[in-house]
């Protein structure tokens, strides 16, 4: 089977999935990092829903503004704290490792090149981990400003809404947050395909699928790979539901802006296309090209192996 994260990472770069799928090298920080950051985005819009169902049309907007913040930042912090932890865990732990290397070289033979290359390169690792704590302040922050962001459009969105139709928060609610379903797994056994869609919104009885994006977006439309993700949770709402599902949305979180991608006969095929070659990469263990993208590859952990300069 193949997953929808596994879509995910082939848009990113095919090569990063090559050495996921070859390399021992479990990466749990990074799982729970992107883990703890999709469960935040959801529980952040339940906050936001049920701070919107404490408004009153005669509030103003700077009123307006406070209620929905309640808990916000707090809230977020708090499940940031459980990253920066492990984080200094690990950091402590692989701190006793390079002390007691530095102490063992003041021992061996200095002409042991490759005890004292091994002493090099972890602690090259714990300088990087320096920068990692420094990234999840960025990381937070960089949430703290989005979840704002959004924050005031919906602040002014429900300031038109309640006054427009002459009601108050509670009764407004389902217009912004419609009855969903966060992060259902399904599975398509004759495609092959598992995973769960970030959220599912059900208006009328027509299922939409909806993906939950950091990145900023392009001027138009969606990114290719958005899409691709977007339509491999499609089939599989289709085959869990039994219904025929027309168009999704990828919600951009930072601008706040929500697109829609219309699932049609070649969108489907281009899926498809992506499908087969991921079993190639998956199944019959063919490397994919390097393809250098400067912004990609500063992101991606397996940077140092894809770009290792020839000896």
């Known amino acids: 089977m193949i997953s929808i994260s596994s879509?995910?990472?082939f848009m990113f770069c095919p090569m990063k999935l090559y050495l996921e799928?070859?390399?021992?090298?479990?990466?749990?920080?990074?799982?729970?990092l992107n883990k703890t950051i999709k469960e935040l985005r959801i529980d952040l819009q339940d906050l936001f829903q049920r701070?919107?169902?404490?408004?009153?049309?005669?509030?103003?907007?700077?009123?307006?503004?406070?209620?929905?913040s309640k808990n916000i930042e707090e809230y977020?912090?708090?499940?940031?704290?459980i990253i920066e932890n492990t984080k200094t865990e690990n950091k402590s732990n692989d701190g006793d490792i390079i002390e007691n290397l530095e102490n063992l070289g003041k021992f061996i033979d200095k002409e042991d090149e490759i005890i004292e290359e091994e002493i090099k390169k972890e602690i090259a690792k714990e300088i990087e981990k320096e920068k990692n704590l420094s990234q999840i302040d960025e990381l937070k922050q960089g949430i703290i400003d989005e979840t704002y962001f959004n924050m005031k459009i919906l602040a002014l969105k429900s300031q038109k809404v309640m006054a427009a139709n002459d009601k108050d928060g509670s009764q407004i609610a389902e217009l912004f947050f419609p009855t969903s379903m966060y992060s259902y797994l399904m599975r398509d056994p004759q495609l092959e395909i598992v995973g769960s869609c970030d959220k599912i919104e059900i208006i009328n009885g027509r299922y939409f699928p909806i993906s939950l994006k950091s990145a900023i977006p392009p001027l138009k439309g969606t990114w290719d790979s958005d899409s691709i993700e977007l339509?491999?949770?499609?089939l599989l709402i289709e085959d869990e539901f039994d219904t025929e599902v027309f168009v999704g949305f990828v919600d951009y979180l930072k601008l706040g802006e929500r697109r829609p991608v219309v699932m049609d006969v070649a969108l489907r095929k281009g899926l498809f296309r992506v499908l087969n070659e991921i079993?190639?990469?998956?199944?019959?263990?063919i490397v994919p090209e390097v393809a250098a993208h400067t912004e990609k590859c500063v992101k991606c952990d397996y940077r140092e192996i894809c770009h290792k300069p020839e000896e």
């Open 76 to 81: 977020i912090k708090n499940s940031m704290s």
């Open 279 to 285: 079993k190639d990469v998956i199944n019959e263990n």
């Open 231 to 234: 339509v491999a949770a499609a």
């Open 7 to 9: 879509i995910r990472t």
């Open 51 to 68: 701070n919107l169902r404490r408004l009153t049309k005669d509030m103003d907007l700077s009123e307006i503004e406070e209620n929905l």
């Open 21 to 32: 799928e070859n390399l021992d090298d479990v990466r749990t920080y990074d799982i729970l």
